[in-house]
């Protein structure tokens, strides 16, 4: 952990950030985390990369929460709930900080799972679609409704020209899941389950669980 000394870093955002990590490594253990850090990040609340453990071939990630947000709670309490109200984020039952570290953790299970979420996010929620809301809709509607249906998921899960964006569209609903339980939509939780169950595999196939 790196950067806690920072002045002017506010208590309460430390204890959202240790809550969530400490609370998603209780859930998923087999996460490998190498860094927690509050550090420079570039126009986020917080970011997670993939880093190689020294003097080892095995991969982990780290998590930097922005210096700029960790001191000034009003500005962070003010930016993330705006975010919640634009529907540009999923809603947060939690504090902002721990919030932020949810969302970065399922990164974490991204880079877990060596990535191939990515390629299967929009296929999976297509096949869940098509086979659960399929009969209900023609072909020649079916983009559209299933478009529509996707669309439940938060504006942050898309470019800002609409194209669906696989990377943070697996974080938020990652986080709407373990924020928001039930009440998470419907795509949210395809891809949640999506997420975990690759990461999973992957951590079977190391002989980890």
């Given at each position: 952990?790196?950067?806690?000394?920072?002045?002017?870093?506010?208590?309460?955002?430390?204890?959202?950030?240790?809550?969530?990590?400490?609370?998603?490594?209780?859930?998923?253990?087999?996460?490998?985390?190498?860094?927690?850090?509050?550090?420079?990040?570039?126009?986020?609340?917080?970011?997670?990369?993939?880093?190689?453990?020294?003097?080892?071939?095995?991969?982990?990630?780290?998590?930097?929460?922005?210096?700029?947000?960790?001191?000034?709670?009003?500005?962070?309490?003010?930016?993330?709930?705006?975010?919640?109200?634009?529907?540009?984020?999923?809603?947060?039952?939690?504090?902002?900080?721990?919030?932020?570290?949810?969302?970065?953790?399922?990164?974490?299970?991204?880079?877990?799972?060596?990535?191939?979420?990515?390629?299967?996010?929009?296929?999976?929620?297509?096949?869940?679609?098509?086979?659960?809301?399929?009969?209900?809709?023609?072909?020649?509607?079916?983009?559209?409704?299933?478009?529509?249906?996707?669309?439940?998921?938060?504006?942050?899960?898309?470019?800002?020209?609409?194209?669906?964006?696989?990377?943070?569209?697996?974080?938020?609903?990652?986080?709407?899941v373990e924020l928001n339980g039930a009440r998470a939509s419907e795509p949210a939780q395809v891809l949640h389950r999506l997420l975990v169950d690759t990461a999973e595999s992957e951590w079977r196939r190391e002989g980890l669980m």
């Open positions: 952990m790196y950067g806690f000394g920072t002045p002017g870093v506010d208590t309460d955002t430390v204890r959202g950030i240790v809550a969530a990590v400490d609370d998603m490594l209780a859930r998923y253990p087999h996460t490998r985390i190498l860094s927690v850090e509050i550090g420079d990040v570039e126009g986020d609340i917080a970011r997670a990369l993939e880093d190689r453990v020294g003097g080892t071939d095995l991969r982990a990630t780290r998590i930097t929460f922005s210096t700029k947000y960790a001191t000034d709670p009003e500005r962070l309490s003010t930016d993330v709930s705006e975010a919640v109200e634009s529907r540009h984020f999923v809603p947060r039952s939690q504090g902002p900080a721990y919030s932020a570290m949810v969302h970065e953790f399922g990164h974490a299970l991204t880079y877990a799972g060596r990535s191939a979420t990515l390629d299967r996010a929009d296929s999976s929620l297509l096949d869940y679609y098509r086979k659960n809301y399929g009969h209900n809709v023609s072909e020649s509607d079916m983009d559209e409704s299933y478009r529509k249906w996707r669309d439940q998921l938060s504006s942050y899960s898309f470019w800002k020209g609409g194209e669906f964006h696989p990377t943070e569209a697996l974080a938020e609903a990652f986080a709407d």
